[in-house]
């Protein structure tokens, strides 16, 4: 359910073109083709899509980093591309590089960029939430991935946002701090900040996200809650958890053809261990547990999955390595 507010994103037809292709012709190469998003305060907004599929060049045209070829697009109720400092002052990005100058150490960098700001967030209590202490006599180049990607949210945070775009926040996170990190996430948007997030983490999105994009080709191709998703094109009731998977393990070699009806498969994934994949309904369970009464099958161990937003995504984008 989208909130009634003004939106902190809104992104209508967005189409951005690079090139030329090569030089012996003109041509450009669209690498967005009409992406339409919206974010909403007091909610994560997650973008995903496969390597190259438009996502990060769809933020750096929302962000104003890049100049878009069409389509319109509104920040805090303005256009990004001719932004001023006043805007700028209002949102929070963090790339997934970081963008910190190497040299510097990180509790005189964060007092630099809070200078910047007539109400910034208070440095000290930034560097404790997120851990910062414990390294704040390193220099940026001699950072771990996941201490970089914790200095850039605070030095994204320090303005106190409205809005705030986050790129792979959890890449490089050990399990203590990616707990640290999306615990303040969760905060920020009960507090009323808009968030608008890209990751390849989908168990971090499904987390996340109040509201997800998918976009594979440079357009959009699914969008909803998580749970809309989850339910997408498999007749699910509303509010139903979809099973996904079933293994089970029996006698080797055993041959299922006909048992299940149409939807599913069993495959044996190695000798006595078997696998059930599909959107699976009651019918499935029942026919399998029917089968195996009939021949005195006892499966010796059994779990159920539920549908992953893992499994949506594939299914949309494909399995193919890009």
Known sequence: MRSPSSPVLSID???KDVGPLSSLDGRMLRVVSGVSLTAERGQVTALLGANGAGKTTTLECAQGL???TGGTITLLGRDPAAAGADLRSRVGVMLQDGGLPPSAKPIP?????AGLYAN?????ELVERLGIDAFSRTTVRRLSGGQ????????????RPEVLFLDEPSAGLDPQSRQVVF?????????????ILTTHLMDD????????YIIDGGRNVAEGTVQELLQRDHGVTPGAEQVRTLVFDADPGLEFDGVLPPGAEILEVRAGSYTVTGALAPAHLAA?????EARNIMPTAMSLQARSLEDVFLDISGKDVR
Not at 205 to 212: I, K, M
Request: aromatic share 8%.
């Open 148 to 159: 970089k990607q914790r200095l850039a949210l605070a030095a994204a945070l320090i303005g």
């Open 120 to 124: 910034p967030w208070p440095v000290p």
């Open 183 to 195: 615990e303040l996430i969760a905060e920020l948007r009960d507090a009323g900040m808009g968030i």
């Open 288 to 292: 399998l547990a029917t089968w195996w």
């Open 13 to 15: 037809g967005l189409i």
């Open 205 to 212: 999105a499904q987390r996340l996200a109040d509201y997800v």
């Open 66 to 68: 890049q100049k878009r």
């Open 109 to 113: 960098l964060l007092r630099h960029v």
